[in-house]
């Protein structure tokens, strides 16, 4: 066994990352940073037909954006370089090679039409398993079946190959799992995986054992969608005769859908509002563009603390942790088996518990730059006065100027159920008096104001609710909106006169 925890994440760059492949990165992280151990990316581009332009800077913005840090990898470097496996090519011929010598893989070359021929064959024959594999390999063209001659022909003619894993017959595969315990697998039901091609590209499979074991990795903690892939792993490391280095592996649980019923798509996320990617990502073939966490407003570390909590369980109720919390609590095995339900809401209170905590001069100065682009310039020590009392009725800086557009203009309606409601005969002859008494006051803080004009109304015998409830609508326009009092000190004396004058006048 190597002694130093090395654990990686091994995206293919296809597409975006969706969040189910940001919390395989943060566990990995986290995994790491708990045993003391070192964290690779490694870019597994092998399959060039599925290369998407742009998908690698996705994946590495994204999680440059979660704040989630490699210790090794693509656009880091380190000593088992390269890390993105088309440079690593040369590396694999050999081993392909090793495999076939040894008799645990065979070439292959089959074309595309014999395939399918094959496979209409069994199909015709109703032949459920149509796999190339123990039951086909002997009416095929390849190795096992032509002779050794006809093969170094046919590879030294520079013709099409492939090289495939022989799977063998009858065995029973045991693997643990972290998560699961003992998995089981029937080779018989397993088919002869595509190990390398003679384009010189290896596949998935053979670039990704082979490159684990280069590069010392001791734990592989990867997405249940590639559970099946795991007898064949399993096989090649005993073929290679690694198996005493053999990563240990942990299948985490799928992210389901929010009612509970399959692995959530970016389909779900359009039907229901909300992002399934952590950035925003436009497709570079059809233009279209897919929402992201970052650009929703969601704070990077909120966004982390809800994936954790995303079939990891830290057995104590606790939800709220930092991400050196994280790395303290954090343990594979209490990691489940079942799915998660994916919860638009509760992600959206995990931003809003973050955003509590933030001081108000942090978020003063990410609201500053929305009312800049209203082209509202406001003092910044002001913008943290009016964030200190409406950021506990929002979940995101961007709800703030619903909640206080207010108090940077004068409204512009009035709400007509709340005019009919608080508006009566002797409203505006009050609202008046009140003017006079506003204009006296010099000391214009809340709590003041709020002795003063209280005091007044007691003298007067009128209620608190009669004049607030005009006044709240002479100043907000409705019946919504912080304190009135607070409203009243940060809107300023003669702007809350002016616009108190201004309902008088409209309404009457
Ligand atoms: N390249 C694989 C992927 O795209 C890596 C799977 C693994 O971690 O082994 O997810």
Same mark, same amino acid.
């Given at each position: 066994?190597?002694?130093?925890?090395?654990?990686?994440f091994?995206?293919?760059?296809?597409?975006?990352?969706?969040?189910?492949g940001?919390?395989?990165?943060?566990?990995?992280?986290?995994?790491?940073?708990k045993?003391?151990?070192?964290?690779?990316?490694?870019?597994?581009?092998?399959?060039?037909?599925?290369?998407?332009?742009?998908?690698?800077k996705?994946?590495?913005?994204?999680?440059?954006?979660?704040?989630?840090?490699?210790?090794?990898?693509?656009g880091?470097?380190?000593?088992?370089?390269?890390?993105?496996?088309?440079?690593?090519?040369?590396?694999?011929?050999?081993?392909?090679?090793?495999?076939?010598?040894?008799?645990?893989?065979?070439?292959?070359?089959?074309?595309?039409?014999?395939?399918?021929?094959?496979?209409?064959?069994?199909?015709?024959?109703?032949?459920?398993?149509?796999?190339?594999?123990?039951?086909?390999?002997?009416?095929?063209?390849?190795?096992l079946?032509?002779?050794?001659?006809?093969?170094?022909?046919?590879?030294?003619?520079?013709?099409?190959?492939?090289?495939?894993?022989?799977?063998?017959?009858?065995?029973?595969?045991? =693997?643990?799992?972290?998560?699961?315990?003992?998995?089981?697998?029937?080779?018989?039901?397993?088919?002869?995986?595509?190990?390398?091609?003679?384009?010189?590209?290896?596949?998935?499979?053979?670039?990704?054992?082979?490159?684990?074991?280069?590069?010392?990795?001791?734990? =592989?903690?990867?997405?249940?969608?590639?559970?099946?892939?795991?007898?064949?792993?399993?096989?090649?490391?005993?073929?290679?005769?690694?198996?005493?280095?053999?990563?240990?592996?942990?299948?985490?649980?799928?992210?389901?859908?929010?009612?509970?019923?399959?692995?959530?798509?970016?389909?779900?996320?359009?039907?229901?509002?909300?992002?399934?990617?952590p950035l925003?990502?436009?497709?570079?073939?059809?233009?279209?563009?897919?929402?992201?966490?970052?650009?929703?407003?969601?704070?990077?570390?909120?966004?982390?603390?809800?994936?954790?909590?995303?079939?990891?369980?830290?057995?104590t109720?606790?939800?709220?942790?930092?991400?050196?919390?994280?790395v303290?609590?954090?343990?594979?095995?209490?990691?489940?088996?079942?799915?998660?339900?994916?919860?638009?809401?509760?992600?959206?209170?995990?931003?809003?518990?973050?955003?509590?905590?933030r001081?108000?001069?942090?978020?003063?100065?990410?609201?500053?730059?929305?009312?800049?682009?209203?082209?509202?310039?406001?003092?910044?020590?002001?913008?943290?006065?009016?964030?200190?009392?409406?950021?506990?009725?929002?979940?995101? =800086?961007?709800?703030?100027?619903?909640h206080?557009?207010?108090?940077?203009?004068?409204?512009?309606?009035?709400?007509?159920?709340?005019?009919?409601?608080?508006?009566?005969?002797?409203?505006?002859?009050?609202?008046?008096?009140?003017?006079?008494?506003?204009s006296k006051?010099?000391?214009?803080?809340?709590?003041?104001?709020?002795?003063?004009?209280?005091?007044?109304?007691?003298?007067?015998?009128?209620?608190?609710?009669?004049?607030?409830?005009?006044?709240?609508?002479?100043?907000?326009?409705?019946?919504?909106?912080?304190?009135?009092?607070?409203?009243i000190?940060?809107?300023?004396?003669?702007?809350?006169?002016?616009?108190?004058?201004i309902?008088?006048?409209?309404?009457?």
């Amino acid at each position: 066994m190597h002694t130093k925890v090395r654990v990686r994440f091994a995206p293919s760059p296809t597409g975006p990352l969706h969040i189910g492949g940001v919390r395989t990165t943060l566990f990995n992280y986290l995994f790491a940073k708990k045993h003391g151990g070192d964290f690779i990316l490694r870019i597994e581009d092998t399959d060039q037909t599925r290369y998407v332009e742009g998908a690698e800077k996705y994946i590495i913005d994204s999680l440059n954006w979660c704040g989630i840090k490699f210790d090794e990898g693509v656009g880091i470097g380190g000593k088992y370089g390269p890390y993105r496996q088309s440079e690593r090519k040369e590396i694999y011929k050999n081993y392909a090679w090793q495999l076939v010598d040894s008799g645990n893989a065979y070439f292959a070359f089959d074309t595309p039409a014999e395939l399918d021929e094959m496979r209409d064959k069994l199909k015709l024959e109703n032949n459920s398993n149509q796999q190339y594999g123990i039951h086909t390999r002997l009416k095929m063209k390849n190795s096992l079946t032509l002779s050794s001659e006809e093969c170094k022909r046919r590879i030294d003619g520079g013709g099409d190959f492939v090289i495939r894993i022989k799977m063998p017959e009858n065995e029973k595969i045991h =693997v643990t799992d972290l998560i699961r315990g003992d998995v089981v697998f029937e080779s018989n039901l397993l088919d002869d995986k595509v190990l390398y091609k003679s384009d010189g590209m290896p596949t998935y499979h053979l670039a990704n054992i082979v490159d684990d074991h280069l590069m010392e990795i001791t734990h =592989v903690i990867r997405g249940e969608e590639w559970l099946p892939s795991l007898p064949l792993h399993k096989l090649l490391y005993q073929f290679f005769g690694w198996e005493s280095t053999m990563p240990q592996f942990a299948h985490l649980p799928l992210i389901l859908k929010p009612n509970g019923k399959g692995k959530l798509s970016k389909r779900d996320g359009d039907a229901g509002g909300f992002p399934v990617f952590p950035l925003e990502w436009k497709d570079p073939e059809t233009g279209e563009i897919s929402s992201g966490y970052a650009e929703y407003g969601y704070f990077p570390d909120a966004f982390l603390n809800m994936l954790a909590l995303l079939g990891w369980n830290p057995g104590t109720e606790q939800e709220i942790f930092s991400l050196p919390e994280l790395v303290e609590a954090f343990s594979i095995e209490k990691v489940g088996k079942s799915g998660s339900k994916f919860d638009p809401e509760k992600t959206k209170w995990f931003n809003h518990q973050y955003l509590i905590k933030r001081t108000d001069n942090e978020l003063a100065k990410i609201f500053h730059g929305q009312l800049l682009k209203r082209n509202l310039n406001p003092d910044i020590k002001l913008v943290e006065k009016i964030v200190c009392i409406i950021k506990e009725r929002a979940n995101f =800086v961007s709800d703030f100027w619903e909640h206080s557009s207010f108090f940077f203009e004068a409204p512009i309606d009035y709400d007509e159920k709340m005019m009919k409601k608080s508006w009566k005969e002797n409203t505006s002859e009050e609202l008046k008096k009140l003017v006079l008494i506003l204009s006296k006051i010099d000391d214009f803080a809340s709590n003041n104001i709020e002795t003063l004009v209280k005091s007044w109304l007691e003298e007067m015998n009128l209620g608190v609710g009669q004049i607030v409830a005009p006044l709240r609508l002479a100043l907000v326009g409705a019946a919504k909106g912080p304190h009135i009092f607070d409203i009243i000190e940060i809107i300023g004396k003669e702007e809350t006169i002016e616009r108190i004058e201004i309902a008088i006048n409209r309404i009457k």
